[in-house]
Structure formats: C-alpha cells, structure tokens
C-alpha cells in the first residue's frame, strides 16, 4: 500500500478516530484501489470518484482483463500518458482534491514513477505544478536540457521557492549571527552599557561575599560595540552531486542571506570533479541555482584545495563543506588538508546534508575520519543551521543535533 495514498485521504484509516463505519469504508475503498479483491463494496460518486480517478492515474495498474476497476500494487501501466496537457490537467485535478504537503508528494512520485522529467520541460506543466524544494531539484538537472521558451518559466517556479524559502529562514538567520558576532567580539574593557552581565557574574563568582550577598567582579566581560566587531569569512563549499540536490537549494538561499551581512564576507564554491567558484552571484540565489550542475562525480580534495587557497585570516574563518562525503577524489589528501586548516586555526564545519529530509546516505568511513580530527560530520535542517554558524563564529562545540 502506497504512503502517499494513505496520506492523500486524510490519514490512516486502520485507525479509530471516532468515525463512523461508512467514513471508514469510504477511506479504505480510496487506499484500496477498487476491485472484487477490495472487500469493501463501495462504490464511489461525484468528488470521491474524482479523487479515485487521480490515485489511479498514478498508483494503479491499468485495465484488467475481462473488465473492472484497476486494484493498486499490481504490475503498473502509466495512467498518465506522454501528453504534457494531460499531465497539466492531473496535476490541476490533484490541486484541488489535495493539500500542498500530499501534492508534492504525489508530483514526486509522478516524476519517479512515470518518468514525467522529460514533461518539466514543457512550459504548461511547469505552469500546473505545486513549487517545492524537490521540483526545483529536478529542473536543475534538466537546466541544460531546457528549450529557451521553458527557462524563464522554471525561473519563476524556482525563485517563488528561493523567495519562500527566504521568508522563513532569512530573519531568524540575521538575528542569530548578528548575536554571536557581537558575542564574538567580547572586550575586557567594555562601557557600561556594554557590561555582559551574566558572563561577568558567572566568571567572577568565586570572587562572592556571603557577608555582603553581592560578587565583586574582577574582570568585566562586555560586548564590542557593532564598530567594532572582528569581520567573519565564511566559506560554503557545496558538493553539487546528484543526491545533494535539496541541500544545494538551501545552500545557495543562505549564501544569500549571509552575503548581505556586511560583518560576513562569504565565499560559494560548487564543486563535483571540476569547482565552480559562484560568489559573484550571491546577490541572486536563482542565478547560482541556475550556475549548478547537479550530477556527475566528486573531488572533495580538489574542492578544499581550492577553498583553501581563499583563506586570508584562518582564526577568523569558517569552513562549511556540505557533501555526502562519497570522495573520488584522493582520500588521504582530503583529510590533510581538513587537518591543515583545523591547525591553522579554520573553524571547520562538515554537513552531509542542510535539508528537512533526515539522514542521508553518507561514506561513514570518511564522517568517522573527519570526527577523529575533532570535525564531526552530521546531518542539519535548514531551522537549525543558523546555531550552528553561531556556534562556529563563537569558537564554542557544534550543537551536533542527536540521531
């Protein structure tokens, strides 16, 4: 039984939520798929029907011989056609009887399913389709297959996910770095209005009077003043891979937003087996979307060598390298120069994933290299990202989120 049919009904109906026995009828017949084998006996009119027939042009298997409803789970037949306009109307059908988060489900497994890639790039299907961080995967990779008259469609689907994505993410980012920027500027000398009073009270409590019930600090710990905080360098080194497509996506939205903190001065490297060096388009994350070529091999190596060859101020520098770690490249080389930079006083941060997806397929030998020379690797959502940066600008232990 497809997870995505469950969930395009309205939950699991095996389930006792207090509905009666047609309602639970009702959803079992839409997650079966019809049929003498179904057991239920319902037959289905007006919108249920409606709704029955979009499942099916996906997630059935074609007509049965001697007749009947199609049953789901057997051997598949597309029910979809190779007509872009066909697919156009499903996809409009599936808006209407579905909410967002089960239509981009359903759009996924069309792609996956039905090998509809090849229909991205017909300007009226990208019209129809619900814009999520996945699609705008898929049209990345087809970036280079695209006909003139489909690009400045795909960039509109791509950027009304840029600029949501922005919305969500782009103020909670400023607000957290901002803070440990100012943080990291720490004085022992501060004005008074810069006086950190927790961290000075808590640096001098062994300096407590009982007798007087107060502490009486030695060294005052304040906040350098916006002038004079230390600039930051931070550089994101993406790995463009295939598999990374999702993290990319959210890569280049907070290359973006951290390109236009004045106290950051942020560098974009892409790399598969060649690097790409996208700072320049910074001010646009579209434009570096549309700069990536997903797919191909990886040279982690070649990449950080090139990283490294931008770095000016190592005490001051942040290295984000955002990869599954599957290394083509030459191993041993990789690691040195992870350890020459983490010498050199690099904050070093690596991220085998930044998206809402979980853990990924990874090279677990080479995250556990990385975590012997104090560089934990580990999965990040994009919610979460902003503390982690804090905590590399701070100097302080990642906040390694717990799997």
């Known amino acids: 039984m497809n997870g995505a049919v469950d969930a395009a009904v309205n939950g699991d109906p095996r389930v006792d939520t207090g509905i009666d026995g047609e309602e639970r009828l009702r959803r079992w017949r839409l997650v079966l798929g019809g049929g003498p084998a179904d057991g239920t006996g319902r037959v289905l009119t007006g919108r249920d029907a409606a709704m029955d027939r979009t499942l099916e042009a996906l997630y059935g298997s074609g007509p049965r011989a001697g007749g009947g409803t199609p049953a789901r789970g057997g051997p598949r037949s597309a029910g979809l056609g190779g007509s872009a306009p066909q697919v156009a109307r499903w996809l409009g059908d599936i808006r209407g009887y579905f909410p967002s988060s089960v ?3 359903m759009q996924r497994d069309a792609i996956d399913r039905l090998g509809l890639s090849a229909l991205l790039l017909e300007p009226e299907m990208l019209e129809a389709v619900e814009a999520d961080v996945h699609l705008v995967g898929t049209l990345l990779s087809l970036s280079k297959a695209m006909p003139e008259t489909t690009k400045e469609t795909a960039r509109a ?40 009073w927790d961290r000075t009270i808590r640096a001098n409590l062994r300096h407590y009077l009982p007798e007087h019930g107060t502490v009486v600090p030695e060294r005052l710990i304040g906040h350098g003043r916006a002038a004079q905080a230390v600039k930051k360098d931070v550089v994101l080194c993406i ?21 236009s903190m004045r106290s950051i001065d942020t560098k974009l490297v892409v790399f598969d087996t060649a690097v790409v060096d996208l700072t320049e388009q910074l001010d646009d994350p579209v434009d570096v979307l549309f700069g990536i070529q997903l797919g191909g091999g990886t040279d982690i190596n070649r990449a950080l060598a090139y990283c490294q060859s931008l770095i000016t101020r190592p005490a001051d520098t942040v290295v984000v390298l955002i990869s599954d770690l599957y290394e083509g490249g030459i191993r041993d080389e990789m ?25 990924p397929s990874y090279d677990r030998e080479h995250a556990a290299a990385l975590a012997a020379l104090g560089a934990p690797a580990f999965a990040c959502t994009p919610d979460v990202f902003p503390e982690i940066m804090a905590a590399a600008i701070e100097r302080r232990p990642l906040p390694v989120p717990q799997e």
């Open 335 to 359: 690691l040195k120069r992870v350890a020459a930079m983490k010498a050199s006083g690099v904050q070093f941060v690596a991220l085998l994933a930044l998206s809402d997806e979980g853990a």
């Open 239 to 259: 790995d463009q891979s295939g598999s990374m497509a999702a993290s990319v996506v959210h890569a280049s939205v907070f290359g973006a937003v951290l390109a």
């Open 157 to 196: 689907v791509v950027r009304k996910v840029v600029e949501d994505l922005e919305k969500r993410l782009a103020s909670r980012t400023r607000a957290t770095l901002t803070g440990a920027l100012d943080r990291s500027a720490r004085v022992n000398r501060p004005r008074h209005r810069d006086i950190d």
């Open 103 to 105: 239509v981009q489900v």
